[in-house]
Each structure stands twice: as structure tokens, then as C-alpha cells.
T-cell receptor, first 112, second 116 residues
């Protein structure tokens, strides 16, 4: 089973709202990732967690705040987003970093 | 700098025809290479990967890819395309970041259209 789940599937939020995206995997993977993808573009890496510790932050604005409460769960907390943050947010996991990444279906975010 | 190039932004093939999607990489060490497929509004699905060994790798859905070190290429092929193969295809290389782990470097993607 190589399933990564993400909730919600769709999210609409105003620029003053606070919301969270959730990602879960039960494959025993110890590396988890957040990506942002705009239409017709490849995914852009935002954050990497390895063994529940933040290992890579690709200079993402502080209005995005990741959290890894345990080895199966990854959250992305959103606050005071801008309309240009509207995108598909993808979560991925791998057994260890540098190994094959498995992607979730994504959360389609619209910021009004 | 490490990079992945997919020279074709958009390709159209007829159903039943053969397909080859091109991917070139720039990476100093032996690369870990991947092909992913993405249908509109969906996540990425792994088609196949190359880490080492046999340079011709088989994947899901009848796809295969060949690693050619001399040409820095990892082209994806399918002998007979089905209408359901219409999607965006991404080639990627895994990059090791010192003391931080690894991350994927993606090409810009190739959009495949299939005509009846």
C-alpha cells in the first residue's frame, strides 16, 4: 500500500483566515514533504521533514507553518495568505529521504 | 547546477501509436531518476524509477525508460498509447542536500494529448 491521504480536497479561505492542511501516511515512512504546484508547472518543494524534524525549508514565507506531530502525520498551517498562494498543495512521503516519494492527491486552495 | 530538462512542452500522438518523452539531466554523481504522471487536478503517480543496475527499467501501465549515462538522458517510452494516457508527465532527479537529506528536482513537464 503506497497511499498518502490529504484533507481537505478543496479549501477556500479569505486573506485573514487561519486554516490547516493535513497529510497522513501509514507506510512507516520517515520523510515527508510539502509541495506547492501552480497550473501547468512542476511541483515546487516547500518543506522536508525527516524523522519528524524539519530538515529543509525552501525559504517559504512565514504565513506557511509546517508541523509534524508524529511520524504518520504532517500539517501545514496557513495564516494571512495572499491570492497568489492559490495553488494545489501536495504532500509526499518516502521511506527515507533520497528514496522514492509517493504523493497524495493534493488540496486545491483558493485564497480570496 | 543540477537540473532536469524536458524539451517537449506538449506532444500529440494518435491512439495506438508509439510514444517517447525526452528527459535530460545535469547531475554530477550517479542519479536517482523518476518519471511521474499527473492527471488534471490530481496528485503525482510514480511510473518508474532508476537507481542502479539494468539501464532499461519497466514501469506501470506498459511504460519503460532507458538510462543512458553517455547522453545524460532518461527517456520514457510506450509502444502503443491509449487515450487514458493523456496527462502531464514529469521527469525528476533526486538531489542530495548535504546534512539535510534529499529532494526532487523536476523537469518542466510534458503534456501528452492523444487523438483518436
Amino acid at each position: 500500500d503506497t497511499e498518502v491521504t490529504q484533507t481537505p480536497k478543496h479549501l477556500v479561505m479569505g486573506m485573514t483566515n487561519k486554516k490547516s492542511l493535513k497529510c497522513e501516511q501509514h507506510m512507516g515512512h520517515r520523510a515527508m514533504y510539502w509541495y506547492k504546484q501552480k497550473a501547468k508547472k512542476p511541483p515546487e518543494l516547500m518543506f522536508v521533514y525527516s524523522y519528524e524534524k524539519l530538515s529543509i525549508n525552501e525559504s517559504v514565507p512565514s504565513r506557511f507553518s509546517p508541523e509534524c506531530p508524529n511520524s504518520s502525520l504532517l500539517n501545514l498551517h496557513l495564516h494571512a495568505l495572499q491570492p497568489e498562494d492559490s495553488a494545489l498543495y501536495l504532500c509526499a512521503s518516502s521511506r527515507l529521504s533520497m528514496e522514492t516519494q509517493y504523493f497524495g492527491p493534493g488540496t486545491r486552495l483558493l485564497v480570496l | 547546477a543540477q537540473s532536469v530538462t524536458q524539451p517537449d512542452i506538449h506532444i500529440t500522438v494518435s491512439e495506438g501509436a508509439s510514444l517517447e518523452l525526452r528527459c535530460n539531466y545535469s547531475y554530477g554523481a550517479t542519479p536517482y531518476l523518476f518519471w511521474y504522471v499527473q492527471s488534471p487536478g490530481q496528485g503525482l503517480q510514480l511510473l518508474l524509477k532508476y537507481f542502479s543496475g539494468d539501464t532499461l527499467v519497466q514501469g506501470i501501465k506498459g511504460f519503460e525508460a532507458e538510462f543512458k549515462r553517455s547522453q545524460s538522458s532518461f527517456n520514457l517510452r510506450k509502444p502503443s498509447v491509449h487515450w487514458s494516457d493523456a496527462a502531464e508527465y514529469f521527469c525528476a532527479v533526486a538531489l542530495s542536500v548535504y546534512n539535510q537529506g534529499g529532494k526532487l528536482i523536476f523537469g518542466q513537464g510534458t503534456e501528452l494529448s492523444v487523438k483518436p
